[in-house]
């Protein structure tokens, strides 16, 4: 199977999101810090407890509702910063053209060729922009985006990949 494509930033960010969610229970609790961070701070403001002098006193709304901003930071801060490591990572933005076989994937960009068998990859995600191949011995992720591709063509990168790789249910 042969499949052209770029990865734009929105694809990066998207796709890094994703794999943050996906990858391990770890990663996952990272994703979701800024949420459970504003659950327990609602919940701190609303349930009577000694922060709150066990409901006695008027809930103070700036407080209690201040946490909504801080979370939107977390939010940007967090897309901001993959935004930063797109810009890093020069490779991504060339045009590459990916062959998948049997044997392994050989990734062409205009800079350099590279190769690799099935065994380097764990597992794969796909959401509906994107596939996602994690890497077994570091955190990199081969992303391939969904908007390059057709419907025919995306149905046989899952079957590819399904075949080869397992993939994640969580």
């Known amino acids: 199977m042969h499949i052209e494509y770029r990865v734009s930033e929105g694809d990066f960010v998207a796709a890094s999101m994703l794999a943050l969610r996906k990858r391990s229970t770890w990663s996952a609790l990272d994703y979701y810090f800024p949420h459970i961070f504003c659950v327990l701070w609602l919940a ?3 349930i009577p ?46 045009h590459q053209a990916l062959d998948l076989d049997s044997n392994g994937l050989r990734l062409t960009t205009t800079d350099a060729v590279a190769r690799s068998s099935w065994d380097l990859y764990s597992k794969y995600v796909e959401d509906k922009a994107a596939f996602i191949l994690y890497q077994k011995l570091d955190h990199g992720l081969l992303i391939i985006p969904k908007h390059h591709l057709t419907e025919g063509q995306a149905d046989e990168l899952r079957n590819l990949l399904k075949a080869r790789l397992a993939p994640d249910e969580g």
């Open 49 to 94: 407890s000694p922060f709150n002098h066990y409901g006695r006193d008027e809930t103070d709304l700036l407080l209690t509702l201040g946490v909504f901003p801080i979370f939107m930071g977390l939010i940007v801060l967090r897309r901001r910063r993959l935004k930063q490591d797109y810009k890093k990572m020069k490779n991504l933005k060339l």
């Open 44 to 46: 701190g403001g609303a």
